[in-house]
């Protein structure tokens, strides 16, 4: 039973515009969402994070909304660039968990065209 | 950088041998960490470690064994591969942050079973 998912395998933009990528989750006690970067053949790379006691959180032309009531969060790219290009995981976990044993959606991949 | 390093980066191995990947870190992180990539699986956690020799289970354990006897080193090891085992393994450690603890990965290490 997948706790954090991303329905959307693949997402298509052109330059300029914005990107949404979209996560769903269904363990109610999550209250740290994290957004992760990842070029092929390197690791995952840290992107944005928001606590469940916020429902907006900006770092420059990254944007994460929180949602708690419907359980969705989303990640918005403005303007996007070619070199966001990557595949994007969604990652969840509550203070109560393990240590930073975040669950990771399944991953979106984002093609931004010139 | 996390200041993690991965070894071996590359790995080709045969269907039963023993394989040892080492995660090294140089900032005294107390958390670390093992997960695989797949494709259509996103990350998933192997083991885990909170301190020397306390190590603990994570999602995909079976057929994995890890140990940290330094707070530096974290390994993971098959101790006999087999084709499901080819997979992309990330080590990470996990740092406090103002909201919530981030993982922060290294740069993988790509195994093929054959």
């Known amino acids: 039973d997948q706790q954090v998912k991303q329905n959307s395998p693949s997402l298509s933009v052109q330059e300029g515009r914005i990107s949404i990528l979209n996560c769903d989750y269904t363990?109610?006690?999550?209250?740290?969402f994290l957004w992760y970067k990842k070029y092929p053949a390197e690791g995952p790379t840290f992107l944005i994070s928001?606590?469940?006691?916020?429902d907006k959180n900006e770092d420059g032309r990254f944007t994460v909304f929180l949602n708690k009531s419907a359980k969705h969060l989303s990640l918005h790219i403005v303007p996007s660039q070619p070199g966001d290009s990557a595949v994007y995981f969604c990652?969840?976990?509550?203070?109560?968990?393990?240590?930073?044993?975040?669950?990771f959606g399944k991953g979106t991949k984002l093609s931004v065209k010139p | 950088d996390a200041g993690i390093t991965q070894s071996p980066r590359h790995k080709v191995t045969e269907t039963g041998t023993p394989v040892t990947l080492r995660c090294h870190q140089t900032?005294?992180?107390?958390?670390m960490y093992w997960y695989r990539q797949d494709p259509g699986h996103g990350l998933r956690l192997i083991h885990y470690?909170?301190?020397?020799?306390?190590?603990d289970k994570g999602e995909v354990s079976d057929g994995y064994s890890v140990s940290r006897s330094k707070t530096e080193d974290f390994l993971l090891t098959l101790e006999s591969a087999t084709s499901s085992q080819t997979s992309v393994y990330f080590c990470?450690?996990?740092?406090?942050?103002?909201?919530?603890?981030?993982?922060?990965f290294g740069e993988g290490s790509w195994l093929t079973v054959v």
């Open positions: 990470a450690i996990s740092a406090q942050g103002a909201d919530g603890n981030t993982i922060y």
């Open positions: 363990n109610s006690m999550f209250d740290y």
């Open positions: 928001i606590s469940s006691i916020k």
């Open positions: 990652a969840a976990n509550w203070v109560g968990g393990s240590q930073g044993n975040l669950i």
């Open positions: 900032e005294n992180h107390r958390y």
């Open positions: 470690s909170y301190g020397v020799k306390d190590t």
